[in-house]
């Protein structure tokens, strides 16, 4: 009898702001969480990168918190007209959202009471039952509600809060992964035996690589899974895939 599986924790990410779809900023969060989801065993299932508009802004979060254990967006929680993310999460889950003392207390370890505009306290406004989420840099915070964790767009501030609420999430199993080096052998040419091979072993996942390098085109296949022994296994049919096509190609 085999023991039951732990169900999988997922994740998404959305990423807000026209500024990364004009492609005048280089998104680099991206990369970040999902390095660090995949590390503490979250499979990051999907992104989606989303214009400042309300409309689209809170389809998206309920379509994502909806279907994923976590959701983590960046970007919208500046002090700016166009920063619309805190109140588009607040529409998103039917709660009111204002100046909350809690957030506001903490721009003014770095403002002072008379520098607080405004603006500066658009920073604060936080929507009712949220939990905060602390920023050491610049002080002003991102927030938690329900399974959505809001973050800012700056990628050395929300690197930052995400070290403060990595601690917090529920992790799962890790996934491992074994590249075995296909060199410059073609993707035709064990693209049928590699799916077979795949296949064979649907518990893992199996991908081919191309990429170019210094010594020129090169191919990778990369073997993923949570169980150890089905990735060796698989690793083990992949590398004698290659070694026998590259025999031959040498013959």
Do not use: W
């Amino acid at each position: 009898m085999t023991e039951p599986t732990s169900p999988a924790i997922t994740a998404a990410i959305l990423v807000i702001g026209d500024e990364i779809l004009s492609g005048r900023t280089k998104d680099k969060n991206i990369g970040t969480i999902a390095d660090y989801c995949t590390a503490i065993g979250i499979d990051l299932r999907q992104v989606r990168i989303v214009p400042d508009e309300a409309a689209e802004i809170v389809e998206a979060v309920n379509a994502l918190r909806a279907r994923y254990t976590y959701l983590f967006t960046t970007g919208g929680i500046g002090p700016t007209h166009d920063d619309i993310t805190a109140d588009c999460v607040a529409a998103a889950f039917g709660v009111t959202i204002d100046v909350d003392p809690r957030a506001k207390a903490m721009l003014l370890e770095r403002h002072k009471p008379e520098d607080l505009n405004e603006a500066r306290l658009r920073m604060a406004r936080i929507p009712a039952g949220a939990d905060l989420i602390a920023n050491p840099i610049s002080k002003a915070p991102g927030f938690r509600i329900g399974n959505v964790f809001v973050m800012a767009g700056v990628p050395a501030i929300m690197q930052a809060m995400l070290d403060q609420i990595g601690p917090t999430l529920d992790t799962g199993a890790r996934v491992l992964s074994e590249t075995i080096e296909a060199g410059n052998l073609p993707e035709g040419s064990y693209a049928s035996a590699l799916a077979e091979i795949a296949k064979a072993h649907h518990s893992v996942s199996i991908g081919s690589y191309p990429s170019m390098t210094q010594q020129g085109f090169a191919n990778r296949i990369v073997v993923r899974g949570k169980d150890a022994e089905a990735v060796v296994r698989a690793q083990a049919e992949v590398e004698r895939l290659v070694a026998r096509l590259k025999q031959g190609t040498a013959g």
